[in-house]
C-alpha cells in the first residue's frame, strides 16, 4: 500500500487541517499519516486560539515517520512560524522527502489569519524550492506574486512569476472571485487548465486542505501531476456535491461520500445480524 503524510496544523472541528487531510488521504486509497505542527481552537464560525508546536517536537514526529514508514509523498499545510518551517526543512532535505504538495495557508476559510507575518519569507526560502507542487489561492497568490489578479489573464501572469521565482510548479486555484471553478497549473513553462462547475454549496470549510492532501494521495499512487490534479478535482466536486450541512458557519464538505459497504451503513438499513 502506498503512503502518505501530511504535515499541518489540526482542526479541532475535523473539517480542515489534520483531520481533513487524513480522511481524504484515506478516501485516496494511500496509508495517511500526520505530524502536527499546531493545535487550533477552531469551527465552522472561526479561529479562537492557536497553539504552535514546538520545532523540536516536530522534527521528532517527522524523525519517528521517516524512520519507520517512508511517505511515498507529503504535504505541507499549516506551518505558522519561522523555526517551524526551518525545522520541517530541515528533515525533509535529510531524508530526501519526494512528492511534496505545499499548501500556503495564510488564512482560514473563515478569515482567520494562521500565519505569522514574519514566517512568509522563510516558507518562500525554505519550503518552495522543495515542493512539487504548491498550491494557492487567489489571494495568496496576490501576496506571493505582488500583482493584483481579477481575471483568467492576470492568473496566467501571477502563476508565471511565482514559478519563476520559486522554481515549482503552481497550481492556483480560481475559485469563485475569478471564476466558476478554474484552475491554473503552470509548470516548466507550460500552462495546463483545469476547467469545473461551480457547485452551489457555501459549505467550502477545507477546500484547500482536501485538493493538496488529495494531490499528494495520487502523486504517492504514481499519477503524474496533472492526473493528480484532475482526480483530486474530480474527489472534491463529489465532497461538494454530497451537500453536508453540519455547524452555523462556513461547514464541512462529507469526504466520505464515495464510502460504501458493510461499515458505512446506519440504523435502519439492512444488516447482518450482529451477535452481541
Same mark, same amino acid.
Do not use: R, W
Given at each position: 500500500m502506498r503512503t502518505?503524510?501530511?504535515?499541518?496544523?489540526?482542526?479541532?472541528?475535523?473539517?480542515?487541517?489534520i483531520q481533513a487531510?487524513?480522511?481524504?488521504?484515506?478516501?485516496?486509497?494511500?496509508?495517511?499519516?500526520?505530524?502536527?505542527?499546531?493545535?487550533?481552537?477552531?469551527?465552522?464560525?472561526g479561529v479562537t486560539g492557536i497553539v504552535d508546536i514546538s520545532p523540536e517536537f516536530v522534527k521528532q514526529q517527522?524523525?519517528?515517520?521517516?524512520?519507520?514508514?517512508? &511517505?511515498?509523498?507529503?504535504?505541507? #499545510?499549516?506551518?505558522? @512560524?519561522?523555526? *517551524?518551517i526551518e525545522a520541517i526543512a530541515e528533515e525533509l532535505i535529510k531524508y530526501k522527502a519526494k512528492n511534496i504538495v505545499l499548501d500556503p495557508v495564510m488564512v482560514?476559510?473563515?478569515?482567520?489569519?494562521?500565519?505569522?507575518?514574519?514566517?512568509?519569507s522563510t516558507l518562500k526560502s525554505k519550503l518552495f524550492p522543495l515542493a512539487r507542487v504548491i498550491t494557492p489561492n487567489i489571494l495568496e497568490a496576490q501576496t506571493l506574486s505582488g500583482i493584483s489578479i481579477k481575471d483568467e489573464a492576470a492568473m496566467s501572469k501571477a502563476a508565471k512569476i511565482i514559478y519563476e521565482a520559486h522554481g515549482c510548479a503552481v497550481l492556483l486555484k480560481g475559485g469563485h472571485s475569478v471564476n466558476d471553478a478554474n484552475d491554473l497549473l503552470y509548470d516548466k513553462g507550460k500552462e495546463n487548465w483545469f476547467y469545473g462547475k461551480r457547485i452551489?454549496? &457555501?459549505?467550502?470549510?477545507?477546500? #484547500?486542505?482536501?485538493? @493538496?492532501?488529495? *494531490?499528494?494521495?495520487?502523486?504517492?499512487?504514481?499519477?503524474?501531476l496533472e492526473e493528480s490534479v484532475k482526480i483530486s478535482k474530480d474527489y472534491i466536486s463529489g465532497a461538494l456535491l454530497s451537500m453536508l450541512d453540519l455547524g452555523k458557519g462556513s461547514g464541512p464538505m462529507n469526504h466520505a461520500f464515495d464510502l460504501k459497504g458493510e461499515y458505512a451503513k446506519e440504523v435502519g438499513h439492512e444488516q447482518e445480524n450482529i451477535n452481541i
Open positions: 502518505a503524510l501530511t504535515i499541518a496544523g489540526s482542526d479541532c472541528s475535523g473539517g480542515a487541517g487531510d487524513l480522511k481524504t488521504m484515506t478516501m485516496n486509497g494511500v496509508y495517511a499519516m500526520s505530524a502536527i505542527t499546531a493545535l487550533t481552537a477552531q469551527n465552522t464560525t517527522l524523525e519517528m515517520i521517516f524512520e519507520d514508514i517512508y &511517505p511515498d509523498a507529503v504535504k505541507i #499545510g499549516m506551518v505558522s @512560524s519561522a523555526p *517551524i482560514a476559510t473563515s478569515g482567520s489569519a494562521l500565519m505569522e507575518s514574519t514566517a512568509l452551489n454549496n &457555501p459549505n467550502t470549510h477545507g477546500t #484547500g486542505c482536501t485538493l @493538496s492532501s488529495a *494531490i499528494a494521495a495520487n502523486l504517492a499512487k504514481g499519477y503524474t
